[in-house]
């Protein structure tokens, strides 16, 4: 019985685990491969189109960290 108990919590553990994995992994969008955007590696740049009250402005739900080659890397 205490092995079966004991095999249950292991597996539940690593379930939560599993989910917790899911439910806190993000994927961000990658940098499109066009010319406008090829060889980008600075924030600066970024903001020229993106930044507020520009044509592309970042959604208002984008979190507030501008660094933005940390989290969009170039497609591959």
Request: aromatic content about 10%; hydrophobic content about 35%.
């Amino acid at each position: 019985m205490k092995g079966k108990l004991s095999f249950f919590i292991f597996v539940v553990a690593v379930a939560g685990l599993l989910l917790l994995y899911t439910f806190t992994s993000e994927e961000f969008p990658r940098l499109p491969s066009d010319g406008s955007h090829r060889g980008v590696s600075a924030t600066a740049a970024c903001m020229e189109c993106h930044g507020p009250g520009k044509k592309y402005a970042m959604k208002q739900t984008h979190p507030p960290k501008f660094d933005c080659p940390k989290c969009h890397k170039a497609k591959k």
